[in-house]
């Protein structure tokens, strides 16, 4: 997320949470499609982390960004953290580690979404290769230790950073070490939303098998294919995870904010200061019971910005964002767009998806889920594996982007993107399996070649 909300307004009912959820509705004429990734940077020269600081640093890259995009700089204690288009809605951020994001603005085709990407690609390299910096597109740094990464200059990182390790294992490692793509997806009703929810909860597995990509760390392999999706399974289980009430009758907007008021915060954000309040509750902070900041009632931007602090497989924030996927290469960025908006922006798959998973139980989802990690397409639910799932839902997405008939110039429709995931599944191995072969082969033992093989 690029830049905290700021919106003051006073919160005075639970039904003004639920109303700012379901503001999100809209026509399916105006439905959009928001991409975002991450990026590592890392030095061109001996592949180390880059610092914040420093004529080349990844503020020198920032205000070099700036200068060239004349997007509008976002400022934290005189330290420029991100921009912001003010036109066209897209921004980019960093991540704790300094990861790079662009957050896409909202377009209506896959096309822009490329369009978009392959413009950004090369606004970055203009600036960043002159300052000796490159890009990794993979699911999780393969060399650095975690003490090894710089920290960004960013007061709510600062707060996660204390508090991750009283929460779960892998905190920190999320926080410092992960990169991942997501697509960000809109609903035509609360009905509209949940079945989205519910199928792209119940089918995330499918996309963190197909971009599975993080096998390795501090140079030798893991023992998993996406050990980013491991990590999620130790970060902090109170605001992660498969959701499984969202299947529940009675699912709405007024369940996410029943859910949303119980997960602990990290922070209060006043002016430019960050007031550490993690581990309470947003509940407590509504009734004015923070003990932190007490007599206090929150603003439309505390709970706009305790929403972007929850991180289960699927989030509902005024659309639907979908977290299952590694950060990989730039060529297969637009199959995750294309893969979603193939499934869930066309009724007919819409449906067919549901039907494949409407009968899972919670334990049957979460077991699949917690297998695929290590598994990849080898994770089985019931009596089929993965495997099969993937090529049914690959082939529902290429159907409902074919109904779509949204087409470039060249006259070709949005399955065009689909095709490195074709490859994935003629191959039958996931991206991961594929790096360890190479691992264990031609790169005799060493993820250095990876620093090439899969940089931006």
Not at 68 to 93: C, F, Q, R
Not at 328 to 337: C, F, K, M
Not at 365 to 382: N, W, Y
Request: aromatic share 10%.
């Amino acid at each position: 997320m690029a830049r905290d909300q700021i919106d003051m307004t006073p919160l005075q009912s639970r039904d003004e949470l639920v109303a700012w959820l379901e503001a999100g509705v809209k026509p399916p004429s105006e439905f959009r499609i928001g991409t975002e990734h991450e990026k590592t940077p890392f030095t061109l020269e001996g592949h180390h982390p880059v610092a914040y600081e420093g004529a080349r640093g990844i503020g020198a890259l920032l205000d070099g960004m700036k200068l060239l995009l004349g997007w509008e700089p976002i400022m934290e204690h005189g330290n420029i953290i991100g921009l912001y288009d003010v036109t066209g809605g897209g921004a980019i951020s960093l991540e704790p580690g300094g990861q790079f994001e662009l957050s896409g603005a909202p377009v209506e085709t896959v096309h822009q979404t490329q369009s978009e990407l392959m413009a950004h690609l090369a606004q970055v390299r203009e600036i960043a290769s002159p300052l000796g910096i490159g890009f990794l597109g993979l699911g999780m740094t393969p060399s650095w230790s975690r003490s090894q990464i710089p920290a960004m200059p960013k007061g709510r990182y600062k707060i996660m950073t204390r508090y991750m390790p009283k929460v779960g294992k892998y905190g920190l490692d999320m926080m410092y070490r992960t990169c991942t793509v997501q697509t960000n997806l809109d609903f035509s009703s609360e009905a509209d939303m949940v079945k989205k929810l519910r199928v792209s909860v119940a089918l995330q597995p499918v996309a963190t098998a197909l971009f599975a990509n993080s096998p390795f760390t501090e140079g030798k392999p893991n023992g998993y294919l996406s050990f980013r999706s491991e990590i999620w399974r130790d970060t902090d289980n109170a605001r992660s995870g498969m959701i499984p009430w969202a299947f529940e009758d009675g699912m709405g907007f007024e369940r996410w904010v029943d859910y949303a008021l119980d997960v602990p915060m990290y922070f209060i954000k006043r002016g430019d200061h960050y007031i550490d309040v993690a581990g309470s509750s947003f509940r407590d902070f509504f009734d004015g019971n923070n003990k932190l900041f007490p007599n206090q009632r929150p603003t439309l931007s505390d709970w706009a910005n305790h929403l972007s602090t929850i991180f289960p497989e699927v989030r509902l924030k005024r659309y639907l964002e979908m977290r299952g996927a590694d950060g990989v290469p730039w060529g297969r960025l637009p199959a995750l767009p294309a893969f979603w908006v193939g499934l869930l922006y066309d009724d007919e798959s819409l449906d067919a998806a549901w039907q494949i998973a409407k009968a899972w139980t919670a334990a049957e989802r979460q077991a699949m889920r917690d297998d695929v990690p290590k598994l990849g397409f080898k994770a089985k639910i019931r009596d089929r594996y993965l495997f099969e799932i993937a090529k049914e839902c690959l082939a529902l997405a290429h159907n409902g982007l074919r109904r779509r008939a949204r087409v470039d110039h060249d006259g070709r429709d949005e399955t065009r993107y689909l095709e490195p995931l074709d490859r994935i599944l003629d191959s039958g191995k996931s991206p991961a399996e594929e790096m360890l072969d190479k691992f264990h082969g031609a790169w005799n033992g060493s993820v250095e070649p990876a620093y090439q093989a899969y940089a931006f």
